[in-house]
C-alpha cells in the first residue's frame, strides 16, 4: 500500500545536538511539507518542496534545514538552533496535478523530545 | 492573511449525541478551498473533506455532514450520532492564492465521545 513512512515514531535528543527526521512517500507525489504541531497551536508549516531539489521556508523555519534530492525522500533537520525542539513533527505530500484543492497525505508523525 | 478559526477548544458528548464543529476563516482571495482532517490518537491526520469556495453545497458522508455559508465565513462540521470512534481531534484548514495554496490550519478541536 501507499503512504508515507515517517521514522522514528519516538525521538529524544540532549540539548545541542542535532536531529534528523525522516520522511519517505512512494505516492509518487510531487510536493512534500514538514508541519510542527504544538498543543493547542494547530500545524504550522516550516518546509515545503513542490520538486526536487527546489525548497521554500514555510512559516516558522528558524532553526531547522531540509534536503529534497529525490522525490520520495524529503529528511527534517532540527538544529541545535531551534530554541524549542520539543514537538510533534507531521511531513505530508500531495499531488499537483490534480489541482490546487488536492489533499494533503500525512505520515503518522514523529515525537521529538529534546532534553 | 489566511486565518482558520476554531473556538472550541475541547467537547466531550455521549455516545449516539450530535456534535458540531465550528470554523470560521478570513481570507482576502475570492477563490479559496476549504479542509476538514481528523486526527485519531495514533497522529495521523485523515482527510476528510474538501470544498471550493464556489460551491456552498451542503455535503453528506454517513454521519458526516458540513454546512458552508460564505455570507458568514463558515465551515462546520456535525457528526450524527456520535460513537466511540469519532473520538479524535479535529482540524479545519484553508488555502488561496495569497499563501500560495499552502494550507492554514486552525488549532483544532478535540472531541471526546463517551459510551
Known amino acids: 500500500d501507499g503512504g508515507i513512512t515517517q521514522s522514528p515514531k519516538y525521538l529524544f535528543r540532549k540539548e545541542g545536538q542535532n536531529v534528523t527526521l525522516s520522511c519517505e512517500q512512494n505516492?509518487?507525489?510531487?510536493?512534500m511539507y514538514w508541519y510542527r504541531q504544538d498543543p493547542g497551536q494547530g500545524l504550522r508549516l516550516i518546509y515545503y518542496?513542490?520538486?526536487?531539489?527546489?525548497?521554500q521556508k514555510g512559516d516558522i523555519a528558524e532553526g531547522y534545514s531540509v534536503s529534497r534530492e529525490k522525490k520520495e525522500s524529503f529528511p527534517l533537520t532540527v538544529t541545535s538552533a531551534q530554541k524549542n525542539p520539543t514537538a510533534f513533527y507531521l511531513c505530508?505530500?500531495?499531488?499537483?496535478?490534480?489541482?490546487?484543492?488536492?489533499?494533503?497525505?500525512f505520515g503518522n508523525g514523529t515525537r521529538l523530545t529534546v532534553t | 492573511a489566511q486565518k482558520v478559526t476554531q473556538a472550541q477548544t475541547e467537547i466531550s458528548v455521549v455516545e449516539k449525541e450530535d456534535v458540531t464543529l465550528d470554523c470560521v476563516y478570513e481570507?482576502?482571495?475570492?477563490?479559496?478551498?476549504l479542509f476538514w482532517y481528523k486526527q485519531p490518537p495514533s497522529g495521523e491526520l485523515v482527510f476528510l473533506i474538501r470544498r471550493n469556495s464556489f460551491d456552498e453545497q451542503n455535503e453528506i458522508s454517513g454521519r458526516y455532514s458540513w454546512n458552508f455559508q460564505k455570507s458568514t465565513s463558515s465551515f462546520n462540521f456535525t457528526i450524527t450520532a456520535s460513537q466511540v470512534v469519532d473520538s479524535a481531534v479535529y482540524f479545519c484548514?484553508?488555502?488561496?492564492?495569497?499563501?500560495?495554496?499552502?494550507?492554514?490550519f486552525g488549532a483544532g478541536t478535540t472531541v471526546t465521545v463517551r459510551a
Open positions: 505530508a505530500s500531495r499531488r499537483t496535478i490534480e489541482g490546487y484543492n488536492s489533499p494533503l497525505h
Open positions: 481570507t482576502r482571495d475570492t477563490t479559496y478551498y
Open positions: 484548514a484553508l488555502s488561496g492564492p495569497s499563501n500560495d495554496y499552502k494550507l492554514s
Open positions: 518542496s513542490q520538486i526536487v531539489n527546489d525548497f
Open positions: 505516492l509518487n507525489h510531487d510536493a
